[in-house]
C-alpha cells in the first residue's frame, strides 16, 4: 500500500498530514509514515503538517572507487518508472527494486561508472545527485547552530513538564519551578492547547526548538554511537534519533531505513561508510562509545 501512497502523493504534489487516505496508511499513522517518506527522501515536512512531495532526483551513494550505485529518490509514477527502467535497459544499468516493511519499495541501480548513472538520470529527464549523503550533510548546520525561537519562559498554568535526562536518555518528571531556574537543559511543557520544547540556554534565557534537535542538544558529548566496520552499521538509541534531514543523509548512504531494534531500543543506520559516520558525529556532537 505504501508504494501506491508515495504514487498518490507523487499526483497529488502537497497536501495536509490529514488529507491522507487511511486506506493507503494501512493501520499506520500518518505523522510516521510522512517521517519516514522524508528521511527517505520521497517527501518534504513543513512544520505546520503540511506536506509536498519532493522532485524525482537519481542519488549517488556509496564511494567514489567502485561501482556506482543510486537510489531513486522523490516522486514515483508509473511512466517516471516506465522511463527510469528504459534508462537503465540503454546504459547497461543493474536496476533492484527492494521491499520494506510498510514503506515504499527501495530503488536502486548500479552501473559501471558515474557516467552512466548520469545518462540514465538525462534519458529519464531527472535530476542527478553525485554524493548525496556526504553533500547533503556538508550544507547541515550542526545541532549546537540547529534553528531556534528565543522565547519568554512558560509561565501560568501548564498540565505537564518533563525534562529529557542526558544520563539515563529519556524523558523523566520534572516541574515549571525548575525549568525556570534551569541553566541548561531541554523541557517539554504541556499547555492547555500545545506541547511547548523549550532548550535552556542560562537561568533566563530559553528557546523553543525541534524536539529531534533539542533532545541531540541536551545530550551533546555522549557516548552513545557505536560503528560496526564489517557491516557499516552506524547505530544510536532511538531516544537519540536526529532531525529530519541528517536522518535522510544517513538513510541515502543505503536507501533503506534504519533497523529498529526494540529490545536495545537502537537504531541502526545501513551501509553508513566512516567519513559520513564522522561527519553525523561533528553534526550532533555525540560521540563513539
Known amino acids: 500500500m505504501s508504494d501506491l501512497l ?42 505546520d503538517g503540511t506536506w509536498r512531495i519532493a522532485p524525482p532526483v537519481l542519488a549517488v551513494i556509496g564511494e ?3 561501482a556506482a550505485q543510486a537510489v531513486l529518490c522523490g516522486a514515483r509514477t508509473p511512466k517516471l518508472l516506465e522511463r527510469f527502467r528504459a534508462g537503465c535497459i540503454s546504459a547497461r544499468g543493474t536496476l533492484s527494486e527492494t521491499p520494506q516493511d510498510g514503506r515504499p519499495s527501495t530503488v536502486t541501480v548500479s552501473a559501471q561508472d558515474r557516467t552512466s548513472l548520469a545518462s540514465i538520470a538525462a534519458a529519464t529527464g531527472i535530476a542527478f ?7 547533503l550533510l556538508a550544507c547541515l548546520p550542526a545541532i549546537r547552530d540547529w534553528p531556534r525561537t528565543p522565547c519568554a519562559m512558560v509561565a501560568g498554568r501548564v498540565s505537564s513538564v518533563k ?5 539515563h536518555r529519556s524523558w523523566v518528571p520534572s516541574s515549571l519551578e525548575e525549568a525556570s531556574k534551569a541553566h541548561r537543559g531541554l523541557f517539554r511543557i504541556r499547555r492547555d492547547w500545545d506541547w511547548v520544547n523549550l532548550l535552556k540556554q542560562g537561568p533566563d534565557r530559553q528557546a523553543q526548538i525541534d524536539i ?10 555522549a557516548k552513545v554511537v557505536d560503528w560496526d566496520p564489517p557491516a557499516a ?11 529530519t534531514l541528517i536522518a535522510r543523509g544517513l538513510v541515502l548512504c543505503s536507501g ?10 537502537t537504531l541502526a543506520y545501513q551501509q553508513v561508510p566512516l567519513r559520513i559516520a564522522r561527519l553525523a558525529l561533528a553534526l550532533t556532537g555525540l560521540r563513539f562509545a
Open 233 to 243: 552499521s552506524f547505530r544510536l538509541p532511538m531516544s537519540l534519533s536526529p532531525p
Open 163 to 167: 525534562r529529557f535526562s542526558r544520563s
Open 6 to 47: 508515495l504514487e498518490w502523493m507523487s499526483y497529488r504534489r502537497t497536501g495536509k498530514k490529514d488529507d491522507l487516505l487511511s486506506h493507503l496508511l494501512a493501520g499506520e499513522a500518518a505523522a510516521w509514515m510522512l517521517a519516514d517518506l522524508a528521511a527517505l527522501g520521497h517527501a518534504d515536512i513543513g512544520t
Open 129 to 135: 545527485h553525485l554524493d548525496a549523503p556526504f553533500t
Open 212 to 221: 529531534y534537535a533539542g533532545r541531540i542538544a541536551a545530550a551533546e558529548g
Open 64 to 66: 567514489e572507487r567502485g
Open 256 to 265: 533503506l531505513l534504519p533497523l529498529r531494534d526494540r529490545n536495545s531500543r
